[in-house]
């Protein structure tokens, strides 16, 4: 989403650490979190007629004390500041734990931080994350703007029980402090397969499945058994992610979602994002020292090391770049999304 390659939070912060300082990386950190999503994109989402928005939390957002539940005042500020911009622009807002402590997949997306992955034993990092969640219930109860809660981002276990027993978990643990929001649970295999789940584990859920078309175009036969699953367990689907495709997809795409009554709303991945081989919504202009960055820190092996200062500004330049008004929406895109 910042330019090219696939690598974590924790790699991007800790090799910027070594291209210019722990001062510039932290910058840069609290820089993202200022202005790629700042109060005017939330207005933009309302304006082009959305109402909702997926809202993706690494948990070393607010738990930065490895194995402690510790929460940062900085990231609770953080989201109360988004949910506050909901309330004004009347928007719905999901809870996202993108990333769960000790990593619950080997994707990049899951950010171990190069720990090995151990969500999926009965360790620190499972009570770590149910933690977690009860806080965040305790916090967002009665917040009307809060639909939900997506419990875990695309969950890689090895043994579905492994995913299906934390689930039991996290729903008790949330359900003592937020019996009123609706809980989204997702598929094993990276939010597709839901064969651990026998029956609905909450009265006030939805099974909710990611779907991409990069391997194959399997989207008529996913949909056609995740109906039957709806329909067997009196459950309503919810479509946490798609995107990444070109205009005719992502509009028959919409198109298909419609015509499932069982489907309760989508969210499209992601709202705003460096170039790609893809159209997006919302692209930004990556300058060119940031590029040069970027490739150093996804092949620091193949690529010239930038120096101190050339990296500085380059840090400085991408943090305009990445502000609403410096970036560019597609709206063919938002026609195929949302047609008027």
Request: proline share 4%.
């Amino acid at each position: 989403m910042f330019s090219e390659g696939f690598i974590s939070e924790t790699e991007i912060l800790t090799r910027l650490e070594t291209l210019a300082g722990r001062d510039a990386a932290q910058a840069f950190r609290r820089g993202i979190y200022s202005n790629f999503i700042a109060a005017g994109d939330l207005r933009k989402i309302a304006a082009l007629g959305f109402n909702s928005v997926r809202v993706p939390v690494n948990y070393r957002l607010l738990d930065n004390q490895a194995h402690k539940a510790v929460y940062e005042e900085a990231g609770w500020q953080l989201l109360d500041r988004l949910l506050d911009w909901c309330d004004q622009y009347h928007l719905y807002a999901v809870f996202d734990l993108h990333a769960a402590p000790g990593g619950q997949s080997g994707l990049f997306m899951a950010d171990r931080g190069g720990a090995k992955l151990s969500l999926w034993e009965p360790t620190e990092h499972q009570r770590q994350t149910v933690a977690l969640w009860h806080a965040l219930a305790a916090r967002y109860k009665t917040r009307r703007c809060v639909a939900g809660y997506d419990l875990i981002n695309e969950p890689g276990p090895s043994r579905g029980s492994q995913w299906s027993d934390l689930t039991r978990q996290l729903v008790e643990t949330i359900r003592a402090e937020d019996r009123q929001h609706l809980l989204f649970i997702e598929g094993g295999s990276l939010a597709t397969d839901f064969s651990m789940f026998g029956k609905p584990l909450d009265a006030n859920m939805a099974y909710s499945f990611h779907i991409y078309t990069w391997f194959g175009d399997d989207r008529s036969q996913r949909l056609t058994d995740y109906q039957m699953l709806a329909r067997k367990q009196n459950v309503p689907r919810w479509v946490g992610e798609f995107g990444e495709n070109n205009y005719k997809m992502i509009g028959s795409t919409v198109k298909m979602f419609d015509e499932h009554p069982e489907i309760c709303g989508w969210a499209f991945w992601p709202w705003k994002r460096a170039p790609t081989s893809h159209p997006g919504l919302v692209t930004v202009k990556v300058p060119a020292g940031w590029q040069k960055v970027m490739a150093w820190i996804n092949h620091p092996i193949l690529r010239q090391k930038p120096a101190t200062a050339e990296t500085r500004e380059a840090i400085k330049e991408f943090l305009e770049a990445v502000k609403l008004e410096n970036g560019q929406l597609d709206k063919q895109m938002w026609q195929e999304l949302l047609p008027q």
